[in-house]
């Protein structure tokens, strides 16, 4: 399978790819900011079937162009695309900068969903799209001081999901979303200092690249809470 995981230079999406990557049919495209990441991990594929494309979703109007062609080159077709690529700053909410609100909506909501519209030509019946959202932006979830922009930014990919697997129902295109709990990775630790999240990231890796395989022919439209505790 052809597969593109968005954010995948460490933590989740990292654990994610290296997961696929063990079945030698998968070609895995991962992207990120942090370009030797990106050449580490290329060169280090488990059956050599993971290529880098360097990507900062709050560009993509600056290199969105460049990004397209190089995953047309590679890509005849997508079967899979999972967005992984986030964002998060613990303020409080009237400490938030225009820029800094801007930036995490770019990463979070605007810039998944303008990949999804700019790779939909390479998507066939059958593709699965998965967005990875939060359960802080889980309707009815419990919410924290600091995480407000995080959450409704998480929020709009969830619901962004429920409205194209409607759109692309009749092409035969799914859309999931998983709304992730506490794993322990970076980006955890920014928003809880101090507490140890009970799952790691390359359990939740496994559930996420198993779920973008498999789920596609139980759910569509759907936003799954993926949480063992709260937070």
């Known amino acids: 399978m052809n597969i593109l995981i968005n954010g995948g230079t460490r933590g989740i999406g990292l654990e994610t790819a290296l997961y696929l990557a063990g079945n ?10 942090d ?12 059956n050599n079937n993971i290529t880098s494309i360097a ?4 560009l993509l109007d600056n290199q969105g162009e460049s990004f397209r062609e190089q995953v047309y080159s590679r890509f005849s077709i997508l079967d899979i695309l999972i967005n ?9 909410f009237i400490r938030f900068s225009s820029a800094e609100a801007r930036q995490i909506m770019e ?39 600091g995480l407000s922009y995080y959450s409704c930014s998480k929020a709009a990919i969830a619901c962004l999901s429920e409205c194209l ?19 322990q990775t970076e980006m955890f630790e ?24 498999n789920g596609k022919r139980f759910f569509n439209g759907k936003i799954l809470p993926v949480a063992f505790n709260n937070p």
């Not at 992984?84 to 409080?92: H, Q």
């Open 24 to 33: 030698r049919d998968n070609h895995i495209i991962i992207t990120g900011r």
């Open 84 to 92: 992984n690529a986030g964002m998060l700053i613990n303020k409080e």
């Open 107 to 145: 990463v979070n909501f605007l810039g998944p969903a303008a990949l999804i519209r700019m790779l939909k030509p390479l998507m066939a019946r059958g593709t699965h799209i998965v967005n990875i959202a939060s359960m802080g932006g889980f309707q009815g979830s419990s919410k924290y001081a």
């Open 35 to 46: 370009k030797d990441a990106l050449e580490r991990i290329s060169s280090s594929g488990l």
């Open 55 to 58: 990507l900062d979703l709050s």
């Open 190 to 213: 920014e928003a809880f200092p101090g507490l140890r999240a009970p799952v790691e990231p390359e359990q939740m890796g496994a559930f996420i690249g198993d779920f973008a395989v």
């Open 165 to 183: 697997a409607e759109e692309f129902r009749t092409e035969g295109v799914v859309v999931n979303c998983l709304a992730l709990g506490s794993v």
